[in-house]
Structure formats: structure tokens, C-alpha cells
């Protein structure tokens, strides 16, 4: 059985809502979604590499994606991101949760390929939800930019305290968050970016 049929095999068996994980790993988000994940784990439905994209997949068939600390681990963005706007329906959900570039974990995992930032998405919009514009016309892939959240997070509880109050201040607004990637994130890292996006 080929990628494909074992999709619609997988796909035919789902309720009325599509939920798609990428590298889902061993805490998939979601209870029923398809899981694909490199790496054959237990729970896993599909093993793929889809770093050169997702083609067993048709387009408009899915409701929403979900895809937590793994773009980071793809070389080439534009390509998933691509895919990911192509195989979304209309009104679709896509949920992201990367690194963001300030963090010192990004560069201490070698397996780590591309670092993001908050303007990172705005390539892929044609929306103005920054005062800062980025240009668009590297593709044509135009997702609605829903919400954007700097995560800080460390390890340490005293210091996980002290981020948290950074975290309710460099969220306010987006001017807040241009602020804090103009300069702030070179004094207080962040721990993760969460984007919310939709077709």
C-alpha cells in the first residue's frame, strides 16, 4: 500500500473533522488526528520524511494542522509551508509552535535548520499585521495571521517566574512584540513563538 491509500485508508476511518499532526512523536495533541512523524513510534500512522513535502495528501482536505518544535527541524521552510497552505481547506485551522530564534537551545540542537522569528510567518501573508511590512512576493502562499504569542519559559522556577511577567509585557499588542524583536530578545530570550493561522 502506497502513502496515498494508506492516507484515504487512514482518512475514511476519522470523524466529519480532518485533524492533521506533523511529528506528532510520542505526544500527539490531538486524540484523533492522522499522525506522521519520520520516525515509525508506536502511535504514528503514517511514516514519511515530508521535509520535501506532503503529496499523498489532496489538496483542500484537511481541517486543521497542528505541528509543535518540528519546522525548525525542516531546511527548506517555503516548501512545508506550501504544502501545508495547499492541502488546508478554505477556513482551516494551522497551529505552530517553534523556537523562536533568541532561545539558546535553538543552536544548541545540531538538528536544528531554521530559526523563526515573529516576522517569520509574515512572508507567507499578504496581511499587514505588522507595523514593520515584509515582502510577500517570494510565493504565493497567503495565510490570515489569527494570533501570534511569545512564549518564555525556563527550567528554573525562580527564573520561569520573573519570564512570566516579560511574557504578559512583550504580548500586549504587536507593537509590544516588534519591540521586543527589535532588540529585547538579545537581553530576554524567548522560549517559543505560537502562531495561529488560517486559510
Known amino acids: 500500500m502506497n502513502l496515498h491509500q494508506q492516507f484515504q485508508q487512514i482518512a475514511s476511518q476519522k470523524s466529519h473533522r ?8 510520542q505526544k500527539p495533541a ?10 515509525a513510534l508506536a502511535n504514528i500512522d503514517i511514516v514519511s520524511d515530508f521535509s520535501a513535502g506532503l503529496p499523498f495528501i489532496p489538496d483542500d482536505s484537511i ?26 481547506k478554505p477556513g482551516g485551522e494551522l497551529h505552530i509552535i517553534v523556537p523562536h530564534h533568541s532561545n539558546p537551545l535553538y543552536y544548541n540542537d545540531y538538528t536544528h535548520k531554521s530559526p523563526w522569528g515573529i516576522y517569520t510567518i509574515a512572508y507567507f501573508s499578504n496581511q499587514a499585521f505588522f507595523q514593520r511590512p515584509m515582502p510577500t512576493f517570494y510565493n ?9 504569542f511569545i512564549g518564555f519559559y525556563s527550567c528554573f522556577k ?15 499588542n504587536t507593537y509590544t512584540q516588534e519591540l521586543f ?10 522560549y517559543e513563538i505560537r502562531l495561529k493561522l488560517s486559510k
Do not use: W
Not at 63 to 88: C, G, K, N, Y
Not at 181 to 190: H, Q, V, Y
Open 181 to 190: 524583536e527589535g532588540g529585547f530578545c538579545k537581553i530576554i530570550p524567548a
Open 158 to 172: 525562580l527564573r520561569n517566574a520573573f519570564l512570566k511577567v516579560f511574557q504578559l509585557l512583550f504580548n500586549i
Open 63 to 88: 481541517d486543521i494542522i497542528h505541528s509543535s518544535h518540528v519546522l525548525e527541524h525542516l531546511a527548506d521552510t517555503q516548501i512545508i509551508m506550501r504544502e501545508m497552505f495547499r492541502i488546508l
Open 140 to 148: 504565493d502562499v497567503n495565510f490570515t495571521i489569527e494570533s501570534i
Open 30 to 39: 490531538y486524540p484523533d488526528s492522522i499522525k506522521i512523524d519520520r520516525v
Open 18 to 25: 480532518l485533524v492533521l499532526e506533523l511529528g506528532s512523536g
